[in-house]
């Protein structure tokens, strides 16, 4: 393998991880984003009864908040690396 091979193959791959952590990103802001969805259901749901709200609508806005959470790090690895400096 020649020098010149060995560097486009080293192109692709990092270019296939930059694909790989946009879709992290995405995937983590569509997380957050059905929390947010899920919340505000929540929220007009127990204005409009006046009763607790359904814990298992409460527990699918948990599953999305912290999914959406552990996605956005893996989208933005230099997030946890200014989290470590500190």
């Known amino acids: 393998m020649t020098s010149e091979q060995m560097e486009a193959e080293i192109e692709t791959l990092r270019q296939q991880q930059q694909d790989q952590r946009k879709h992290w990103l995405r995937c983590g802001f569509g997380s957050l984003a059905l929390s947010l969805a899920f919340f505000a259901a ?20 948990l599953i999305f908040l912290f999914a959406g959470l552990a996605f956005l ?3 933005r690895p230099q997030l946890l690396a200014l989290w470590r400096r500190r």
Do not use: K, L, N, Y
């Open 42 to 61: 929540i929220a007009i749901r127990v204005a409009r009864t006046g009763d607790d709200p359904a814990p298992q609508m409460v527990f699918i806005q």
């Open 73 to 75: 790090p893996a989208g």
